[in-house]
Every structure is written in structure tokens, then in C-alpha cells.
């Protein structure tokens, strides 16, 4: 089981002091997020390549920083749009927005049809629901 999620590590190590990569994956593996941030720091900014975006990404990933996650894989498939492992991550990680957003959805969709169900009902008070519909059209059209 790698620590990305649901894929191995099989990335490539160009960058010449790929034992830092190597303890981070170690860290990460480990669930130890900021040691492995801190030796991922270390690396000079001239020699971050893809590999490390990756690696940071995935720490990302682990905290529940999906957001940066994302930004992280994106840079990592941009300067190496060939590593399967890179796009693997970034398209699982799209897969999960798209569930939470699925959910999120599914759960709105729930509250509107809990609300409905309540206040308009046949022995709901439609003169209020309508007041309500009055008061909010003076809202929204005010100057009209």
C-alpha cells in the first residue's frame, strides 16, 4: 500500500539527493506529515521537480488538504505529464471532489425536500409560505 492513497510509489528520483525523497516517503509512510515537510523543505528550490511536488502533494493529500493536494499534483504532472503514478493521483483526488460534491448535493437536495415536505404540505399554512414569497420578491426587487 503506498502513501498517496490507493497507489504504490514508483515515482522517478531525479533529483541527486533523492535519500531526502527517501525518508520522506519513510515519514509519510509513517504518518509523521511535518517531519516529512521539513526534509522536503531542505531540498533547494532549484531542484524541486516533479518528484517533489508529488511527495509534497501527497502529504497534502494525507492531511486532508485536498486543495493543495491538488495544486501540488498539478505541478507534478505539468513537468512530468508522463508518469502514470502523477496523473493516477490527481485523478483520484478528482474522483473524491466529485463525490463530495455528489454528497454535498444529495444532502441539500435532502434538506430542500425535508423543508417542502414540512412547511407546504396540504396541512401547512400556504398563507404564510406565500407572505413569506411577498416579503422576499420586496427584498429582491426593491427599487423595481
Known amino acids: 500500500y503506498g502513501y498517496g492513497g490507493a497507489y504504490g510509489y514508483g515515482g522517478q ?7 531526502q525523497y527517501a525518508t ?18 531542505e531540498v533547494p528550490s532549484q531542484s524541486r521537480d516533479a518528484e517533489w511536488f508529488f511527495l509534497m502533494g501527497t502529504v497534502y493529500y494525507r492531511k486532508g488538504w485536498y486543495d493543495e493536494a491538488a495544486r501540488s499534483y498539478t505541478q507534478a504532472c505539468q513537468m512530468d505529464p508522463s508518469n502514470l ?6 485523478n483520484n483526488l478528482n474522483r ?29 399554512s400556504i398563507c404564510a409560505s406565500l407572505c413569506m414569497a411577498n416579503l422576499c420578491m420586496r427584498f429582491c426587487c ?3
Open 96 to 124: 473524491l471532489f466529485l463525490q463530495q460534491l455528489q454528497q454535498s448535493g444529495q444532502a441539500y437536495q435532502n434538506y430542500s425536500d425535508q423543508f417542502t415536505s414540512v412547511h407546504m404540505s396540504p396541512g401547512g
Open 13 to 19: 528520483q531525479s533529483y541527486a539527493g533523492s535519500q
Open 142 to 144: 426593491c427599487g423595481c
Open 85 to 90: 503514478e502523477y496523473r493516477t493521483a490527481l
Open 24 to 41: 520522506a516517503i519513510h515519514f509519510i509512510n509513517n504518518r509523521q506529515f511535518e517531519q516529512a515537510v521539513r526534509v522536503l523543505e
